[in-house]
């Protein structure tokens, strides 16, 4: 794990109060003196002691998540640690609680923590073959998993996939020089609401694991589930390609990058980049959990999906990620990639 200075909160990106800090970590009894800020982009995250260990503690405004919400992903979580999957460990505040509630200045504040654990993020040079084929058996030990998690079939905690029709609401509000882009999405999502969601293609998904969730030590660790949502699994595969994709952009700089794809027979463009990754990811992927050819066939659906998601939250003021070609994004290259079907 990495540190970083300024880190972000999800309601208006600013540093973190030091008050609200210092009553986190005394809440979890934790010494401010080694607290230090670490890479995250929707959470304020710190590594930190408490006694001779170290935890990690994540502060999330209650604008954007429910205390219920945060329990339902730490319920996962602790299911699929139970079924082997190295991931973070909850740990208690001194008063007995996994979510701490806090209120500073009318806002609503939730602190949860961790343990830490020694894994490393993988440097792009390092993006081989085998890694990602280790990425796709964890993935696919994650589906494994959650198809067996016996709170998948009661009452959603988590969101859904469209929650409260998410993606109309937006574009029913698109004015008429993006009647294409609407007409497009609404298609999208008709043929996504026509697929099945039974147990063996749809249930809780991790929903973001890019290579920087994925810490490499002993073992392959999975951080970062605050996003896991119900969907398809292949909708899972589809958010790690994409991810992963506009994530090459942070890890090479314009003359690694060609360097890395030569050496890999690989021309620079995303395509080219999806075969690649999409090849080796599979074939660890299916070893554990077995995909049919047809859900295959609708990974483009899926990083449609994900790429009309990242426009949305472009719109509502989201910081953007990079464009296909590498440069920063701009709502004009969103709709260009999304109106010619190139989404990486």
């Given at each position: 794990?990495?540190?970083?200075?300024g880190?972000?909160?999800?309601s208006?990106?600013?540093?973190?109060?030091?008050?609200?800090?210092?009553e986190?970590?005394a809440?979890?009894?934790?010494?401010?003196k080694?607290?230090?800020?670490?890479d995250?982009?929707?959470s304020?995250?710190?590594?930190?002691?408490?006694?001779?260990?170290?935890?990690?503690?994540?502060?999330?405004?209650?604008?954007?998540?429910?205390?219920?919400?945060?329990?339902?992903e730490?319920?996962?979580v602790?299911?699929?640690?139970?079924?082997?999957?190295?991931?973070?460990?909850s740990?208690?505040?001194?008063?007995?609680?996994?979510?701490?509630?806090?209120?500073?200045?009318?806002?609503?504040?939730?602190?949860?923590g961790?343990?830490?654990?020694?894994?490393?993020?993988?440097?792009?040079?390092?993006?081989t073959?085998?890694?990602?084929?280790?990425?796709?058996?964890?993935?696919g030990?994650?589906?494994?998993?959650?198809?067996?998690?016996?709170?998948?079939?009661?009452?959603?905690?988590?969101?859904?996939?469209?929650e409260?029709?998410?993606?109309?609401?937006?574009i029913?509000?698109f004015?008429?020089?993006?009647?294409?882009?609407?007409?497009d999405?609404?298609?999208?999502?008709?043929r996504?609401?026509?697929?099945?969601?039974?147990?063996?293609c749809y249930g809780?998904l991790?929903?973001?694991?890019?290579?920087?969730n994925?810490?490499?030590?002993?073992?392959?660790?999975?951080?970062?589930?605050?996003?896991?949502?119900y969907?398809w699994?292949?909708?899972?595969?589809?958010?790690?390609?994409y991810?992963?994709?506009?994530d090459?952009?942070y890890y090479?700089d314009?003359?690694?990058?060609?360097?890395?794809?030569?050496s890999?027979?690989?021309?620079?463009?995303?395509?080219?980049?999806?075969?690649?990754?999409?090849?080796?990811?599979?074939?660890?992927?299916?070893?554990?959990?077995?995909?049919?050819r047809?859900?295959?066939?609708?990974?483009?659906?899926?990083?449609?999906?994900?790429?009309?998601?990242?426009?949305?939250?472009?719109?509502?003021?989201?910081?953007?990620?990079?464009?296909i070609?590498?440069?920063?994004?701009?709502?004009?290259?969103?709709?260009r990639?999304?109106?010619?079907?190139?989404?990486?």
């Open positions: 794990m990495q540190s970083a200075d880190v972000l909160d999800g208006g990106h600013r540093p973190v109060d030091g008050h609200l800090l210092s986190v970590l809440r979890f009894g934790c010494r401010k080694g607290a230090k800020r670490l995250s982009f929707v304020s995250v710190y590594s930190c002691w408490r006694g001779r260990e170290r935890v990690v503690l994540k502060i999330t405004p209650g604008s954007f998540r429910t205390r219920d919400a945060i329990v339902a730490l319920d996962f602790a299911h699929l640690d139970r079924n082997g999957i190295p991931t973070l460990r740990i208690q505040s001194l008063g007995g609680q996994r979510v701490e509630t806090l209120c500073l200045a009318d806002q609503d504040y939730l602190a949860y961790f343990q830490w654990i020694d894994g490393e993020s993988v440097d792009g040079e390092e993006w073959a085998d890694f990602f084929r280790r990425a796709g058996e964890t993935m030990r994650i589906h494994v998993a959650s198809k067996l998690y016996p709170e998948a079939r009661k009452p959603c905690r988590r969101p859904a996939w469209d409260e029709d998410h993606f109309e609401q937006h029913r509000h004015p008429p020089a993006l009647s294409r882009l609407g007409d999405a609404r298609a999208l999502l008709r996504l609401r026509q697929l099945p969601t039974d147990r063996d809780l991790h929903g973001d694991m890019n290579t920087g994925l810490l490499c030590g002993d073992k392959m660790w999975v951080i970062d589930f605050e996003n896991c949502y969907g699994f292949v909708d899972d595969i589809a958010a790690s390609l991810y992963t994709a506009h090459r952009w090479f314009a003359e690694t990058y060609p360097h890395w794809a030569a890999r027979g690989l021309g620079t463009d995303g395509a080219s980049f999806a075969a690649y990754y999409l090849e080796h990811f599979l074939q660890g992927y299916v070893t554990i959990c077995p995909l049919a047809e859900w295959i066939e609708r990974i483009p659906d899926f990083l449609h999906l994900r790429h009309l998601d990242e426009y949305l939250a472009k719109l509502e003021g989201w910081p953007p990620q990079c464009d070609h590498g440069r920063p994004a701009s709502l004009e290259s969103y709709v990639e999304l109106e010619a079907g190139t989404y990486i």
